[in-house]
């Protein structure tokens, strides 16, 4: 990021969930995660992102489409679920900018399109 004004007063950082993470599409299971690690954004909502290999990807398929973000890089990678593949439900930054590469090709999912269950706390 350049040093404006905007981006001092814009944080973005990363942290192990210390939740359990289910991505449910009804009663479908799309992810189940105890390695998720949220991401906190100022002005948005906190954002899961979830190791790969425990996603279903049995359930989802890749999209075209791709996005640029000023403070996270580009998500090039986008899945909907095969039962509604017009509407995307999960993205990644392959190459997120260097102080994120805790969420380098994590998979986040909306929110507001599938369930994200994050309320069972993780044994410490």
Known sequence: ???T??????????EPAVHRVRVLAGDQVLADSTRAVV????????RYYLPR???NWDLLQETSSASHCP?????DDYWSL???PDTDVAWSYPTPFDYLQSIAG???FYSERVQVDAAELLPR
């Open 53 to 55: 290999e425990d996603v």
């Open 82 to 84: 095969k039962s509604d």
């Open 5 to 14: 004004t905007a981006e001092r007063t814009h944080s973005v950082t990363t």
């Open 71 to 75: 403070v996270k890089g580009d998500a």
């Open 1 to 3: 990021m350049s040093d």
């Open 39 to 46: 991401l906190h954004e100022t002005n948005h909502a906190d």
């Open 106 to 108: 994590h998979v986040a």
